[in-house]
């Protein structure tokens, strides 16, 4: 299985904006859903923002009104915009492809993870 590569990370003011994208490789890509996590230091990785197949899309309460999940289904791509970032929005930040919904909750595949872009946010 091919994994998502992130890129678009780096180290930004508060009150700043990113927009990380993630490629990925599979030919079954408009049919699948999407998830992007985060990883802060010492902490566990948690779910930020999913988006199903149909586009149907989902937050994590502390960024809510702030970032934005999207697809490109003619590129194989999704994005989070991300506005407004604060510092504790700082993380690894990752891709998952092809995970399942249930009781409306994305769950991740996990055979389907990025590298990860790290995201700094200076306060």
């Known amino acids: 299985q091919v994994q998502p590569v992130e890129s678009g990370g780096g180290l930004v003011q508060a009150g700043g904006s990113l927009r990380l994208s993630c490629a990925v490789g599979?030919?079954?890509?408009?049919?699948?859903?999407m998830g992007w996590y985060r990883q802060p230091p010492g902490n566990q990785r948690e779910l930020v923002a999913s988006?199903?197949?149909?586009?149907?899309?989902k937050y994590v309460d502390s960024v809510t009104d702030r970032f934005t999940i999207s697809r490109d289904n003619d590129k194989n791509t999704v994005y989070l915009q991300m506005n407004n970032l604060k510092a504790e929005d700082t993380a690894v930040y990752y891709c998952?492809?092809?995970?399942?919904?249930?009781?409306?909750?994305?769950?991740?595949?996990?055979?389907?993870w990025g590298r990860g872009t790290q995201v700094t946010v200076s306060s």
């Open positions: 599979r030919n079954d890509f408009s049919r699948i859903h």
């Open positions: 988006i199903s197949s149909f586009g149907t899309t």
């Open positions: 998952n492809a092809g995970g399942s919904y249930v009781t409306g909750r994305y769950y991740a595949n996990i055979r389907s």
